[in-house]
T-cell receptor, first 115, second 112 residues
Framework: NAGVTQTPKFQVLKTGQSMTLQCAQDMNHEYMSWYRQDPGMGLRLIHY???????DQGEVPNGYNVSRSTTEDFPLRLLSAAPSQTSVYFCASSPAFGSGGPEQYFGPGTRLTVT | AQTVTQSQPEMSVQEAETVTLSCTYDTSESDYYLFWYKQPPSRQMILVIRQEAYKQQNATENRFSVNFQKAAKSFSLKISDSQLGDAAMYFCAYKGYSTLTFGKGTMLLVSP
């Protein structure tokens, strides 16, 4: 099993550009989520999904879109990049609450810089 | 909404010594999990230990153990016989029926 994979590992964008961060998992997990990590702020939830076709907002959703067409994939789209979106982004997955362990499995992260 | 507080931005310990990292949380849920994650310079998030709220017994994983005080909503991590490889950022996290909430982290420095 590859676990949770994220691409790219590093990305530099100019203000106003759009891009998609890819996330995939091969553990058949129902729950997937995106976090951003900023210095001194811990990990903050951007968006999450409890299954294919179902998404919801987290703590910091503005400027980001998600969709979940399959169980395996959960891409994060930046519509018009801003310097405030410079961060490290983590994707995570876990089984649904109550079905197996609740631990979230994290991808390796994407470091995004917006200039 | 649940909140997780780590009041120690940074802690230092010498090799072979013991260190305790603090975490408190706030929730109205009765059924939940608590976690400690380790993040080394590689950035990978590594699960260190987990605790189910309904279990009174404190979780232990080798040199890592927790002191779970449910009434006080406290969940501290004790690292015994500290090693240089323990140096990392440590995050406390809470998961109830909804999402996973993280504290802001404690940087652990280990000196020879």
């Amino acid at each position: 099993n590859a676990g949770v994979t994220q691409t790219p590992k590093f990305q530099v964008l100019k203000t106003g550009q759009s891009m998609t961060l890819q996330c995939a998992q091969d553990m058949n997990h129902e729950y997937m989520s995106w976090y951003r990590q900023d210095p001194g702020m811990g990990l903050r939830l951007i968006h999450y999904s409890v299954g294919a076709g179902i998404t919801d907002q987290g703590e910091v959703p503005n400027g980001y879109n998600v969709s979940r067409s399959t169980t395996e994939d959960f891409p994060l789209r930046l519509l018009s990049a801003a310097p405030s979106q410079t961060s490290v982004y983590f994707c995570a997955s876990s089984p649904a609450f109550g079905s197996g362990g609740p631990e979230q499995y994290f991808g390796p992260g994407t470091r995004l810089t917006v200039t | 909404a649940q909140t997780v507080t780590q009041s120690q931005p940074e802690m230092s310990v010498q090799e072979a010594e013991t260190v305790t990292l603090s975490c408190t949380y706030d929730t109205s849920e009765s059924d939940y999990y608590l976690f400690w994650y380790k993040q080394p310079p590689s950035r990978q998030m590594i699960l260190v230990i987990r605790q189910e709220a309904y279990k009174q017994q404190n979780a232990t994983e080798n040199r890592f153990s927790v002191n779970f005080q449910k009434a006080a909503k406290s969940f501290s991590l004790k690292i015994s016989d500290s090693q240089l490889g323990d140096a990392a950022m440590y995050f406390c996290a809470y998961k109830g029926y909804s999402t996973l909430t993280f504290g802001k982290g404690t940087m652990l420095l280990v000196s020879p």
